[in-house]
């Protein structure tokens, strides 16, 4: 993807944004997650979903395109609350990150933003979607995710 595509800057900001600059205070139900992100490689690049819990929610694809701003929908945000909830579930299945390099092509790589930093694991796209291992629930999730952002996108002209 070009340095100069504007999801790179989105997407920086997220992943090395500093604790102390995240506006959004942990909660009983959140207290420790508050954005999840995950990427899958396809031969053009890879193609960007993300949720904040203060309700930014985005897709885009790979080369160009996308739906940004879906999160002021409530089924988009009830989707997004609910992967956030599965991310704080399945954190012991993450490990702490600094890379945040794009997954291979066909795999996946996700990234939950907590207070005390992003951490990240990643698979193989058709496993997960197949529920081998205990991020298949993440997976699903956040597709649940994606279909609600794209029912939500205004169509296309």
Excluded at 91 to 103: E, K, M, R
Aim: hydrophobic share 40%.
């Amino acid at each position: 993807m070009p340095d100069k595509h504007p999801l790179i800057a989105i997407r920086n900001g997220l992943l090395e944004a500093k604790t102390s600059s995240v506006a959004i205070p942990p909660s009983e139900a959140l207290p420790n997650v508050w954005g999840c992100m995950m990427e899958t490689g396809y031969p053009q690049g890879a193609a960007t979903v993300f949720y904040v819990a203060d309700g930014s929610a985005s897709l885009y694809f790979p080369g160009s395109g996308g739906v940004i701003g879906a999160g002021g929908q409530p089924p988009v945000r009830a989707a997004g609350q609910a992967l956030l909830k599965i991310s704080e579930h399945v954190l012991a299945s993450l490990d702490p990150t600094q890379d945040f390099s794009f997954p291979q092509l066909g795999h996946v790589r996700f990234y939950v933003l907590t207070h005390s930093g992003p951490r990240s694991a990643q698979g193989h796209a058709e496993a997960l979607g197949n529920g081998t291992g205990p991020l298949s629930v993440l997976f699903f999730a956040v597709h649940a995710l994606i279909s609600q952002i794209r029912l939500a996108a205004p169509p296309a002209k």
